[in-house]
Structures are given as structure tokens and as C-alpha cells.
């Protein structure tokens, strides 16, 4: 019986301890890294929205999917282009979209998924 005191004593600031540090561990939180860009471009950025039946508009303009073609190209002052896809589009029409606009244009063109991406 003469452990028995000591013993409890120590189990008992053993699990006060562990129950204490607990918030701490779950607070801790890993911040996210995004890749950095490798330069600016010049210009300023341009929105760029596909809706559903293959309607696009650039900047809030409506615009045919020829004629964002030969703007992308052709345009040498644009900067950053955002890809905004449309909620109903599959990913994999979101996926080809992205990768025709990035064939064409010859600045970075980033998806920018509202509020955190697809659900």
C-alpha cells in the first residue's frame, strides 16, 4: 500500500498533462503554400468565364469561342488570365477548357475556383 498514493499521485498529473496540451495540438495548423509565380506579367488581369453550352464571356463581355481564340493569341499586353468555369461543367470539361486556354494564350492562365472549389 505504500506505492499506492504515489502511483495515483502520478497518474493522475500524467492525465492532467495530456488533457491540458490537447487544445494546443488540435489548434496547430499547417499553413497551405501556393507555387510563386515566376514573374508578372505585364497588363492588368482578365477574367475569363465559361458557362454551360459553350458561352464564354471575358471580363463580363460576352464573346464568341473564335474570337477569344484570336484574342488570346494575338493579344501581346495581357497579363494574368483567371479561369472562372461554370458550377455545372464537368471537371472534365473544366480540364480541356484550361488546356485549350493555355494552349493559346501566351501568358499564365489560372483556375480560380470560387470560395474554396467544388464541393
Not at 70 to 83: A, K, M, T, Y
Request: proline share 12%.
Amino acid at each position: 500500500m505504500s506505492y499506492a498514493v504515489p502511483s495515483l499521485v502520478a497518474l493522475t498529473l500524467l492525465v492532467c498533462g495530456a488533457v491540458a496540451s490537447l487544445p494546443v495540438v488540435v489548434m496547430r495548423t499547417i499553413p497551405k503554400s501556393q507555387p510563386p509565380l515566376l514573374e508578372q506579367p505585364v497588363g492588368s488581369p482578365h477574367w475569363i468565364v465559361e458557362a454551360p453550352d459553350d458561352h464564354w464571356f471575358v471580363d463580363g463581355d460576352p464573346i464568341s469561342r473564335l474570337d477569344l481564340a484570336n484574342r488570346l493569341s494575338q493579344d501581346g499586353e495581357q497579363g494574368l488570365q483567371h479561369f472562372l468555369p461554370s458550377a455545372s461543367l464537368s471537371m472534365g470539361q473544366v480540364k480541356r477548357s484550361l488546356q485549350w486556354l493555355r494552349s493559346l494564350s501566351p501568358h499564365p492562365v489560372v483556375l480560380d475556383l470560387p470560395e474554396g472549389g467544388p464541393s
